[in-house]
């Protein structure tokens, strides 16, 4: 397994708008079709990515517990295909649907989103307030492939209260550690 961390893109920065297809649906969406009222989540994941799966589950239940508080979720993936065929969007679809993810996973095929939002890993978080500032990026939580620590969410939860209860959302912001993205050649 790699060890690519975030690269923590400056916080303050307006969200760069998109227009993405959704393997779960086919649909076409762009940012503002998905923003949320209170704040939006974009994660960059793949598929095949140990870390991911790591989290998967608690990723879920992150979004169950905050998109009825106003929240979006946004799950992106921009890995070469032709390199990692284990993330293509037929099998983004099944992983979409093995792990109930209750939010669109969207296909980057140029990688210009990715590239946009300067992603480095998988997964990557970045929460976005209202008018789609950046105030957190990073880490879901400590928890690692084979470190022990229990998969909680709580970087991103604390993020999320924070933005709910009207506080500034904690510093230091921990990147977050994962597979890097498959960039094209």
């Known amino acids: 397994m790699s060890l690519t961390p975030s690269n923590m893109l400056a916080l303050g920065t307006k969200a760069p708008d998109f227009v993405l297809p959704d393997a779960i649906t086919s649909n076409r969406y762009s940012l503002s079709d998905l ?61 979409a649907r093995k792990y109930h993810y209750p939010f669109p996973y969207l296909y980057d095929q140029t990688q210009e989103v990715a590239k946009d939002y300067d992603a480095a890993c998988t997964p990557d978080f970045y929460l976005f307030d209202s008018e789609l500032k950046l105030i957190y990026r990073g880490q879901l939580d400590n928890s690692r492939p084979g470190n022990g620590i229990p998969v909680n969410g709580r970087d991103l939860r604390e993020a999320l209260d924070s933005v709910l209860n009207n506080r500034n959302v904690p510093e230091p912001q921990k990147p977050s550690v994962g597979c890097n993205i498959k960039w094209k050649k």
């Open 35 to 95: 923003k949320g009222e209170k704040g939006t989540v974009i994660m960059f994941l793949s598929n095949h990515c140990p870390f991911v799966k790591h989290v998967n589950d608690e990723i879920v239940r992150v979004a169950n517990d905050y998109r009825v508080t106003g929240f979006s979720f946004i799950a992106i993936m921009s890995n070469d295909i032709e390199a990692y065929p284990d993330d293509h969007p037929d099998l983004m679809w099944k992983a």
